[in-house]
């Protein structure tokens, strides 16, 4: 499988998204000038294999291309991740958080190059309202299968340089915007596993007045494995899912 490395190239010197207004070339995807807090990320999504994140990877062909936005900011109670909450009266995932995110569109270009940045900033803007000018790419994960829905999903990694007012764009489809400190995230208290009737069993986030479960939360939990910040927390206690889930 292709790394994330080899699909972009070695970072450039730009910053932020300023390439997003070419009409053709790379995003720019670079690490420099983090703060601090954040190197450990950086250096993690550099060198992280597609096994290392999840047991799902995408098949050989097929699958629908699709990129989300994990956009670390720096809140009043330090470092945060930005969240969104899919509305109740969906078909499918009601209720649940997830990553701004979504499809590959054909304007967003090639998924092999800079389509799936593109896309993740471009989808984060129209659910959240979130200014993509603002925002850093600074990493480009392993990309990852959701086999329930068939969407191949590439995490994309942003530094939010230049905070800007988000909320939910579309209430038909999100019920609320909202971020959740690494602090609580990383706070045994809020930690727990689900399992689904399916048999499924996975991390998961009491955090915000919300369960965090399913994807997101396994990208949560392996970046913040691998980037050094989790604390030991009780495995076995569990948190049951519905079929509805």
Do not use: C, N
């Given at each position: 499988?292709?790394?994330?490395?080899?699909?972009?190239?070695?970072?450039a010197?730009?910053?932020g998204?300023?390439?997003?207004?070419a009409a053709s070339?790379?995003?720019?995807?670079?690490a420099?000038?983090?703060?601090?807090?954040?190197?450990?990320?950086?250096?993690?999504a550099?060198?992280?294999?597609?096994?290392?994140?999840?047991?799902?990877?995408?098949?050989e062909?097929?699958g629908r291309?699709?990129?989300?936005?994990?956009?670390?900011g720096?809140?009043?109670?330090?470092?945060?991740?930005?969240?969104?909450?899919?509305?109740g009266?969906?078909?499918?995932h009601?209720?649940?958080?997830?990553?701004?995110?979504?499809?590959?569109?054909?304007?967003?270009?090639?998924?092999?190059?800079?389509?799936?940045?593109?896309a993740?900033?471009r989808?984060?803007?129209e659910?959240?309202?979130?200014?993509?000018s603002?925002?850093?790419?600074?990493?480009?994960?392993?990309r990852?299968?959701?086999?329930?829905?068939?969407?191949?999903?590439?995490?994309?990694?942003?530094?939010?340089r230049?905070?800007?007012?988000?909320g939910?764009?579309?209430?038909?489809?999100t019920?609320?915007?909202f971020?959740?400190?690494?602090a609580?995230?990383?706070d045994?208290?809020?930690?727990?596993?689900?399992?689904?009737?399916?048999?499924?069993?996975?991390?998961?986030f009491?955090?915000?007045?919300?369960?965090?479960?399913?994807?997101?939360?396994g990208?949560?939990?392996?970046?913040?494995?691998y980037?050094?910040w989790?604390?030991?927390?009780?495995?076995a206690?569990?948190?049951?899912?519905?079929?509805?889930?």
């Amino acid at each position: 499988m292709t790394s994330a490395r080899e699909q972009y190239g070695e970072p450039a010197q730009e910053r932020g998204a300023a390439a997003l207004a070419a009409a053709s070339g790379r995003v720019a995807v670079t690490a420099e000038g983090l703060p601090e807090w954040l190197a450990p990320v950086a250096r993690a999504a550099a060198t992280i294999e597609p096994r290392q994140l999840s047991r799902f990877l995408p098949p050989e062909s097929g699958g629908r291309q699709s990129a989300v936005l994990i956009l670390f900011g720096h809140g009043a109670r330090g470092p945060e991740l930005l969240l969104m909450e899919r509305a109740g009266t969906l078909r499918s995932h009601a209720g649940q958080p997830s990553f701004p995110g979504g499809a590959l569109d054909p304007e967003d270009g090639d998924p092999e190059a800079g389509g799936p940045v593109r896309a993740a900033l471009r989808e984060a803007q129209e659910e959240t309202g979130l200014d993509p000018s603002g925002v850093q790419v600074f990493g480009v994960l392993p990309r990852l299968y959701i086999p329930v829905s068939g969407f191949v999903v590439t995490p994309v990694l942003g530094w939010w340089r230049e905070p800007s007012t988000v909320g939910a764009v579309d209430e038909a489809e999100t019920a609320r915007v909202f971020t959740v400190s690494v602090a609580d995230l990383t706070d045994p208290a809020h930690r727990v596993t689900t399992r689904h009737p399916s048999g499924h069993v996975g991390p998961a986030f009491l955090v915000e007045d919300a369960l965090v479960w399913g994807f997101t939360a396994g990208v949560i939990d392996r970046i913040l494995h691998y980037a050094g910040w989790e604390i030991p927390w009780d495995r076995a206690k569990q948190v049951p899912l519905d079929w509805r889930s």
